[in-house]
Nanobody
Framework: QVQLVESGGGLVQAGGSLRVSCVAS??????MGWFRQAPGKEREFVAA????????VYADLVKGRCTISRDNAKNTVSLQMNSLKPEDTAVYYC?????????????????WGQGTQVTVSS
C-alpha cells in the first residue's frame, strides 16, 4: 500500500522557520515534490527534487526561503522553510511520481499525502 505521511506543520510567527517532512512507503518513488493549498485557492507548486537530489526546482514565491531535501535511506523528503510570511499559510502536501523528472504541475504526480497545516501569524 502506497502511503505518504506528512508531519511538522504548525503555527509560527512571521519571520520564523518550520520544517515539514514526508515519509513515503509502499514502492520506489522517484521525483518528489511539495505543494500547498490555501483556502479558496488552487493547489500550487512549492518545490521538487529528483531521486538523487541532483536536481531541485522551486517556485519563485519561495526561492531563497525554502530548501527541499531527501533521505532515500529513510524514504523521507523534507522542506525547510525560513523567513515565513503570512501568505505562506496553507496546507502543505507531499507528492511523488514514478518518473525521475521534477515537475511543477500537480497532474504530473501520482501519489499524494493527506497534508499538514502550516499557519504563519503576523
Amino acid at each position: 500500500q502506497v502511503q505518504l505521511v506528512e508531519s511538522g506543520g504548525g503555527l509560527v510567527q512571521a519571520g520564523g522557520s518550520l520544517r515539514v517532512s514526508c515519509v513515503a512507503s509502499g514502492r520506489t518513488f522517484y521525483a518528489m515534490g511539495w505543494f500547498r493549498q490555501a483556502p479558496g485557492k488552487e493547489r500550487e507548486f512549492v518545490a521538487a527534487i529528483s531521486r538523487t537530489g541532483a536536481r531541485t526546482v522551486y517556485a519563485d514565491l519561495v526561492k531563497g526561503r525554502c530548501t527541499i531535501s531527501r533521505d532515500n535511506a529513510k524514504n523521507t523528503v523534507s522542506l525547510q522553510m525560513n523567513s515565513l510570511k503570512p501568505e505562506d499559510t496553507a496546507v502543505y502536501y507531499c507528492a511523488a511520481r514514478g518518473a525521475d523528472l521534477v515537475a511543477r504541475s500537480p497532474a504530473s504526480y501520482d501519489y499524494w499525502g493527506q497534508g499538514t497545516q502550516v499557519t504563519v501569524s503576523s
